[in-house]
């Protein structure tokens, strides 16, 4: 039975150069990692680890051959490794990006790469951060479908249009590679912060849902969208490309619009 | 040897991230705004005075004490620099309040940095404006005219 299952044969002719990879280079690369172990010491220092990397490969992977094969000490979170579960943010070469999005080669490879954990939040070891601040301001928006009429017997349906209008805010992973970006967070993590005002403008521009004005209230507090000073670090952050800057401009706009 | 476990840090929140009870009012969103707004009106200020100052007639040859007395006698000038003192001084001043909130890391910093800073403007805006209301050319004093040269002999 089993010898029926082979996989057929390929019933297209390819030719010789396509298909299967060809040799793929390799390159030594040296990984700067912030260490920070509060059980061993107060302060954080700077471990270098040489790796021999791939052309396909990823910063996540070098993190992953040094943890597995060198040191298996080193902590930083990671869930899919495809950038979509956005666990792995961390700021490499002082920009913050997915580790798993981030192709050594785009990198200088001649200099060390160096990774740290998300700036404004509080470091628990190595590269994992405490998130919690970052989840309550999300929670604090309201981050769901809020509707008052009567609960429909099908899907609420919405045209096109209406959908597009909050499309790029519906991208977001809560990776907080655009909180922690942002230098107003960093000051004193009392700012909401970009990722709850893109996660409350989702809300607040969908044509289904009538919380926004409690959304707009909730974002005039002084620690709002008026701390945001457009530096623009936000936007440049975000590894899904999501406008956030525009979105929080948006949100202001809307307020404003709503006050006077 | 026993070990004690941690409880679970959920939904604990750090204190120096927590906000303490929302701000009632809407005086961020003023301030915001009349950013905007007093910037878009010193541009048309700021570059009337330096035109007219500097460029129109003999421009930057002209300025002298009399030049600004002939100025602040006519109402409309008196109007234009009070509009541009003011604008300035308090698109400048709330500028610097929200780096101080951005930059100053403790409470007490920020407490004294705000003291300074509205005391300083309070002292120029009280003293421009007299300036630009009380201003004489040709101050007498004890009836006899003080040094200045433009007015003419009583």
């Known amino acids: 039975m089993s010898a029926e299952l082979a996989e057929p044969a390929s019933k297209i002719e390819l030719p010789a150069g396509v298909g299967g990879g060809g040799e793929i280079p390799s390159f030594d690369v040296t990984l700067r990692v912030r260490r920070y172990n509060p059980e061993v010491s107060e302060d954080a220092t700077w471990d270098d ?3 021999t990397m791939y052309g396909t490969d990823r910063v996540l992977d070098a993190l992953h051959k040094i943890k597995w094969e060198m040191d298996g000490s080193v902590s930083f979170r990671r869930s899919c490794a495809h950038g979509v579960c956005g666990s792995d943010a961390m700021r490499i070469n002082g920009r913050n990006r997915l580790a798993c999005k981030t192709l050594l080669k785009d990198l200088d490879t001649s200099k060390p790469i160096t990774v740290e954990p998300i700036k404004g939040l509080p470091v628990e070891k190595d590269l994992i951060v405490d998130m919690e601040p970052f989840f309550q301001s999300f929670r604090e928006v309201m981050p769901f479908l809020i509707n008052r009429g009567h609960e429909p017997t099908k899907e609420r349906l919405q045209s096109a249009e209406d959908r597009e209008r909050f499309d790029d805010t519906t991208k977001c992973i809560l990776c907080a590679a655009c909180t922690s970006s942002c230098p107003v967070f960093w000051t004193d993590g009392q700012y909401f912060g970009p990722a709850a005002i893109v996660n409350a403008h989702r809300f607040i521009f969908d044509s289904r849902d ?42 202001k706009q809307a307020i404003l619009s709503r006050k006077i | 040897m026993t070990a004690t476990i941690q409880s679970p840090r959920s939904g604990k929140i750090q204190p120096k991230y927590r906000r303490n009870g929302g701000s009632k009012g809407n005086f961020e969103m003023l301030a915001w705004l009349f950013m905007r707004l007093s910037g878009v009106v ?14 129109v007639g003999e421009g930057i040859h002209a300025i002298n004490f009399g030049f600004v007395a002939g100025k602040w006698a006519d109402p409309f000038w008196q109007f234009w620099d009070l509009a541009m003192l003011w604008l300035a001084m308090l698109h400048g001043t709330n500028g610097v309040r929200t780096i101080i909130n951005d930059y100053a890391e403790k409470n007490a910093t920020r407490l004294w940095l705000k003291i ?32 200045g040269g433009f007015c003419p002999a009583p």
């Not at chain 1, 623009?232 to 800057?245: D, L």
């Not at chain 2, 800073?117 to 209301?133: Q, R």
């Open chain 1, 49 to 51: 680890f040489k790796v």
């Open chain 1, 210 to 251: 009538d919380a926004g004005d409690m959304r707009l209230e909730i974002l005039n507090d002084k620690e709002g969208v008026w701390r945001c000073r457009t530096t623009f670090n936000c936007t440049e952050a975000c590894p899904r490309g999501i406008q956030v800057t525009q979105a929080i401009a948006e949100v």
């Open chain 2, 42 to 55: 010193l541009v048309v200020l700021i570059f009337g005075h330096l035109t007219v100052n500097l460029l």
């Open chain 2, 116 to 147: 300074v800073l509205y005391a300083a403007t309070t002292v120029i805006i009280v003293l421009g404006t007299l300036v630009i209301f009380t201003f004489n050319p040709c101050p007498v004093a004890n009836g006899v005219q003080l040094p």
